[in-house]
């Protein structure tokens, strides 16, 4: 009798075992939900670590290929991705809508990416709405232990439409009460002021902007003076202002939009020279996250990209070469999770004498950023100082920059190889033309040999 208790008892232990293999090898389940914050420097916290968003409105389709051949969302993450904006666009919540939502969370999970859910017509609720409420609580409810889930997105644009605080604040209540883990995004449009977009931030805890300048006549996204790409800083930094400094701002720039596509428009699509200058000068102006808008729409598609259902010629010629340099798996990533640095890095033009060549020394008063047209941040990631600057429109210049530690020497020109900058006693110098970038890294650690 002891030994078949012995062989009972063993077998009762090797079954356990694997039912926790069988644990261990599953799919995450509901309890395993992201745990999203925000943290001082208004940096996305998901799961302990540091993400910068970059996603897509709207993305592939969950279950389709990529024209070479990989599943859409795999082929979006292995750029560097890590959001989508998924939800639903052009129709209301329904059954149907939580089925197909399901699909997106599970392929955004499936690749350790993070869903932006748009909540449209649920976003903003009147004392009367009781169907949307109960809507929304069950679309809460259903999605907020899911692992693919990263955050809310309230009423689109409501400062430009008019939206009344009041229903969206409701709204975002019954979110925040129901879901504490995730925050809620809300997006502005190019219109309005400081003043007139602050009410709408007790709705939401990250704030957003779309804005699209490329098109015929140029620049007709915004109705500000500035025409050129470089609106996309100026609207960055009206967003940091509306935050105040106390919200993250993610920007929402351009693959196509409804102003290349509507009759009598005509179809033009940003370059890899402005998409990239468009991103990091998002970047250098305070956002900590990007999304790209349009590679859904049709109107934008060639025939064979409308039969995969997604802008892929853009995506190829244009967008994954800047994902590759900004994503996830880049060098440049750590510095686009970082805080800015406190060292007092400053840019001057180089003055040139009646010869053309530069003096010895540049102005002797630092030259305004906005009158020289080079715009820039520092972060610091473990030992590495990493300067990424951009010129806006204008001309091209010579200029130095000063403030780096002594240790600072040979720099690397980032995605530029084999370009580097020489520093000497904490100062180097390069050149801009207009809608120019260059990312500057410099390392403790003498850099490698070719």
């Not at 510095?335 to 180089?350: F, N, R, W």
Request: charged share 20%.
């Amino acid at each position: 009798m002891p030994n078949v208790a012995r062989i009972f008892t063993a077998q009762w232990f090797s079954l356990g075992l694997c039912w926790l293999l069988l644990l261990r090898m599953s799919p995450l389940k509901a309890q395993d939900g992201a745990q999203v914050s925000i943290n001082p420097d208004k940096v996305l916290i998901i799961n302990g670590q540091k993400v910068f968003p970059i996603g897509f409105t709207m993305p592939p389709p969950p279950d389709g290929k990529a024209p070479n051949g990989k599943n859409t969302i795999e082929e979006l993450h292995d750029a560097g991705a890590t959001f989508l904006r998924t939800g639903v666009m052009g129709r209301d919540w329904d059954d149907a809508a939580i089925a197909q939502e399901d699909k997106w969370e599970a392929a955004a999970a499936r690749y350790g990416m993070h869903c932006l859910v748009g909540l449209r017509e649920l976003a903003q609720l009147g004392p009367t709405d009781a169907q949307h409420e109960a809507m929304l609580r069950k679309l809460v409810n259903h999605f907020k232990h899911h692992p693919g889930l990263g955050a809310w997105k309230t009423v689109d644009e409501p400062e430009w439409g008019k939206v009344p605080v009041s229903p969206i604040l409701h709204a975002s209540n019954i979110i925040r009460q129901l879901d504490p883990q995730h925050p809620i995004e809300v997006t502005q449009a190019p219109r309005g002021t400081v003043q007139t977009m602050q009410p709408y931030n007790v709705t939401a805890d990250i704030l957003a902007a779309d804005i699209y300048p490329v098109g015929y006549p140029p620049g007709g996204h915004s109705l500000l003076p500035n025409k050129e790409i470089s609106m996309v800083g100026d609207y960055t930094k009206t967003m940091m202002q509306v935050g105040a400094g106390k919200m993250p701002v993610w920007m929402i720039l351009q693959i196509a939009w409804s102003g290349v596509i509507k009759p009598g428009k005509t179809l033009r699509f940003p370059t890899f020279a402005e998409e990239r200058f468009m991103t990091y000068q998002a970047i250098i102006n305070g956002a900590r996250g990007i999304f790209y808008f349009g590679g859904h729409i049709p109107k934008a598609m060639t025939p064979e990209d409308a039969r995969l259902g997604w802008n892929w010629r853009f995506w190829n010629r244009v967008l994954r070469p800047v994902i590759e340099e900004i994503g996830e798996h880049s060098p440049l990533y750590p510095a686009l999770v970082a805080p800015d640095s406190k060292l007092p890095v400053k840019v001057e033009a180089i003055q040139t004498n009646p010869a053309g060549k530069p003096d010895i020394k540049p102005t002797s008063a630092p030259t305004n950023n906005s009158k020289l047209g080079v715009e820039f941040c520092v972060r610091e990631g473990g030992d590495d100082i990493f300067i990424l600057a951009c010129k806006r429109e204008g001309a091209t210049v010579q200029v130095e920059f000063s403030g780096l530690p002594a240790w600072t020497k040979q720099g690397e020109v980032m995605f530029e190889s084999p370009r580097t900058v020489q520093a000497e006693s904490g100062k180097f110098t390069d050149w801009f033309g207009p809608f120019e970038v260059h990312v500057y890294r410099f390392r403790k650690a003498p850099l490698a040999n070719p």
